[in-house]
């Protein structure tokens, strides 16, 4: 009986320990009132997979749950805070965004998915309410991005691999 007492407890120890849901203090802020910069990496062949990262008033968050994989068009950043190490190694990111990025409308470069690849997502939300959104094909990190068409302008190539490195270290 004892025994049984024991599994039973270590049991519901292990399902309160494993419960990934996030709460409401981890929640990120809310988007509509500041600024912000959300960046991430998205995996479009077989099966998506999604991580985001939000960098707004001094945090880093971040969103594993993929689920800009189902809601693409009306996605909404749900994430947790990081720590402050992290957010020291992104916090660059902001003071380095490309000028002519900023002055771009939201658009896409590349094909992201077409040959099962991925992407790099960056939206932006500036002080005068605007929001922008660029998805750029991961295959901006091969070792000619540019390529023969000019693909990618430099300040763009330079950007995302800046941001990756950035994503792949923390």
């Given at each position: 009986m004892k025994t049984l007492l024991l599994y039973g407890i270590l049991l519901i120890s292990l399902i309160t320990a494993c419960n990934t849901e996030i709460s409401d203090e981890s929640i990120s802020p809310d988007s509509s009132t500041s600024d912000y910069l959300l960046v991430g990496k998205v995996g479009l062949g077989w099966g998506c997979s999604a991580v985001m990262?939000?960098?707004?008033?001094?945090?880093?968050?971040a969103d594993t749950s993929s689920s800009y994989c189902k809601n693409r068009e009306t996605y909404v950043f749900k994430g947790y805070q990081l720590s402050d190490a992290q957010y020291q190694r992104m916090k660059d990111l902001p003071t380095s965004f490309p000028n002519e990025l900023n002055s771009l409308p939201s658009q896409t470069f590349g094909c992201p998915g077409c040959a099962d690849g991925g992407m790099l997502f960056i939206q932006k939300k500036?002080?005068?309410?605007?929001?922008?959104?660029?998805?750029?094909?991961d295959s901006i990190?091969?070792?000619?991005?540019?390529?023969?068409d000019k693909t990618f302008p430099d300040?763009?190539?330079n950007y995302a691999a800046h941001v990756y490195d950035r994503i792949n270290t923390l």
């Open positions: 990262y939000k960098l707004q008033d001094g945090k880093l968050y500036t002080s005068g309410g605007v929001t922008k959104t660029w998805l750029i094909d990190l091969t070792s000619d991005p540019a390529g023969i300040y763009l190539i």
